[in-house]
């Protein structure tokens, strides 16, 4: 394949990745060739051959393309390598700027993992990294389960459901300040922050935490939020999230 070739396929990909295409489910050739700047036939025959390699799909009913399996599947296997490696040096300048230990954090069933930390100075800190703790009191689990419905909740936390409704308030707020913090819930003495950090369909992918002791950070808790949050939204932006479209969420 050409060059040129390859960047008129990315073209479609690009079509194919709008927000109007991700509502709609796909879009017909026509829209795609009007949105590529290219001419119907052609666009027909190029969504074919990748239709042929998994990498955008047909609906039968509609006829309409979408991204297609392979390509998820491509991103799936790259995607948490890819997460360390653009979150990294935003912990460092966020840990110096706050002059705390910053952290990325997954979410893993009930629980928070720690996958990388980032100390003020510059340096990796293992202590916390493969660590995981409970998602319902700590910051960093509000995050990722901001893209949660409350039946979603009540299937992960079978056994925690009384408290279920406070959480879910809890999450709600964090979607509407655009980070959660935590005041001594986890653990006495300590506060945290935490913001989200979404990949290219906008779906919450990890976090970006800041702990420490609350007589340190729990005057400026709110201001470190809102550091986070900038932090978390670079990472995002190299992720593909363009933070001018609003993520779609579930009530």
């Known amino acids: 394949m050409t060059g040129h070739g390859l960047r008129r396929d990315v073209s479609l990909l690009e079509a194919l990745a709008t927000p109007e295409a991700r509502h709609a489910g796909g879009l017909g050739v026509v829209r795609i060739a009007e949105l590529a700047g290219r001419e119907k036939s052609q666009v027909s025959r190029a969504l074919k051959a990748l239709a042929e390699?998994?990498?955008?799909?047909?609906?039968?009913?509609?006829r309409g393309y979408r991204l297609g399996w392979r390509l998820f599947s491509l991103v799936a296997r790259t995607a948490e390598d890819r997460l360390v490696r653009a979150a990294e040096p935003v912990l460092r300048e966020l840990s110096a700027e706050l002059e705390e230990t910053c952290h990325l954090c997954v979410l893993r069933d009930q629980e928070v993992l720690t996958v990388l930390s980032v100390s003020g100075h510059s340096f990796r800190?293992?202590?916390?990294?493969?660590?995981?703790?409970?998602?319902?009191?700590?910051?960093?689990?509000r995050v990722l389960l901001a893209d949660a419905t409350p039946d979603e909740l009540y299937v992960r936390f079978p056994g925690d459901r009384d408290r279920l409704p406070e959480l879910w308030a809890r999450i709600r707020q964090g979607r509407r300040d655009g980070f959660a913090?935590?005041?001594?819930?986890?653990?006495?003495?300590?506060?945290?922050?935490?913001a989200p950090v979404r990949d290219f369909r906008g779906?919450?992918?990890?976090?970006?935490?800041?702990s420490a002791p609350a007589e340190r950070l729990g005057a400026g808790l709110d201001g470190a939020g809102r550091v986070t949050a900038r932090?978390?939204?670079?990472?995002?932006?190299?992720?593909?999230?363009?933070?001018?479209?609003?993520?779609?969420?579930?009530?």
Request: aromatic letters at 4%.
């Open 53 to 62: 390699e998994g990498i955008v799909e047909r609906d039968p009913d509609t």
């Open 203 to 210: 779906r919450v992918v990890a976090a970006l935490n800041v």
């Open 125 to 141: 800190v293992h202590g916390w990294e493969g660590r995981g703790v409970p998602a319902h009191c700590t910051s960093a689990g």
């Open 231 to 251: 932090a978390a939204l670079a990472v995002s932006a190299q992720l593909g999230w363009d933070d001018r479209v609003q993520p779609v969420t579930r009530a």
């Open 181 to 194: 913090q935590v005041r001594e819930e986890f653990e006495s003495g300590l506060v945290g922050v935490s």
